[in-house]
T-cell receptor
Framework: EAQVTQNPRYLITVTGKKLTVTCSQN?????MSWYRQDPGLGLRQIYY???????DKGDVPEGYKVSRKEKRNFPLILESPSPNQTSLYFC??????????????FGPGTRLTVT | QKEVEQDPGPLSVPEGAIVSLNCTYS??????FMWYRQYSRKGPELLMY????GNKEDGRFTAQVDKSSKYISLFIRDSQPSDSATYLC?????????????FGKGTKLSVIP
């Protein structure tokens, strides 16, 4: 089954304690992305990756890091989490199916609470 | 002015009604237009996408894009309680920009049996 998986699904942590949210896709997609979703603000892109070893900032990259060492994995790293990073996080990958196809598949989400 | 505007609702309709959901945008570079459905506690799932202007139909769903007015719509015919969800519009540009989506904030829809 084609899917994007994220772990953990729920996480409660304390300010300053480094954490990593993993993301993996089994569709051989080149493009992957991380979003956060907040009430009243919608989905905002944090970082994206066009391919292995190619990453770039989205709209809200401050406080986050990413890496793309393998095509299937795109972990999100919070070096020193703060309460304003409490949010619902989604990983996504895009199928590149030709000039008219940009089908994006989302993971199930990770709900992060930073106290 | 935000790039993508979407009325957050909530929108409540009786079962069987025709639902109209809309977004406006300001960036004339947008070429790809998408609608996502998001159930509570789930990730968004792609419903429909359209490249450039025009209409696209898939079952009970019709997506329309009017680039001259910078306005996109999603119509749901014969709405069902299972259509109750938040609907997100999303858009992107050409080339490498086609991979960077800008989302509306979503419209919460409830279909009442």
């Amino acid at each position: 089954e084609a899917q994007v998986t994220q772990n953990p699904r729920y996480l409660i942590t304390v300010t300053g304690k480094k954490l990593t949210v993993t993301c993996s896709q089994n569709m051989n997609h080149e493009y992957m992305s991380w979003y956060r979703q907040d009430p009243g603000l919608g989905l905002r892109q944090i970082y994206y990756s066009m391919n292995v070893e190619v990453t770039d900032k989205g709209d809200v990259p401050e406080g986050y890091k990413v890496s793309r060492k393998e095509k299937r994995n795109f972990p999100l790293i919070l070096e020193s989490p703060s309460p304003n990073q409490t949010s619902l996080y989604f990983c996504a990958s895009i199928r590149r199916g030709g000039p008219e196809a940009r089908e994006q598949y989302f993971g199930p989400g990770t709900r992060l609470t930073v106290t | 002015q935000k790039e993508v505007e979407q009325d957050p609702g909530p929108l409540s309709v009786p079962e069987g009604a025709i639902v109209s959901l809309n977004c406006t945008y300001s960036n004339s570079a947008f070429q790809y237009f998408m609608w996502y459905r998001q159930y509570s506690r789930k990730g968004p799932e792609l419903l429909m996408y359209t490249y450039s202007s025009g209409n696209k139909e898939d079952g009970r769903f019709t997506a329309q894009v009017d680039k001259s007015s910078k306005y996109i719509s999603l119509f749901i015919r014969d709405s069902q309680p299972s259509d109750s969800a938040t609907y997100l519009c999303a858009m992107s540009g050409k080339g490498a920009g086609s991979y960077q989506l800008t989302f509306g904030k979503g419209t919460k829809l409830s279909v009442i049996p």
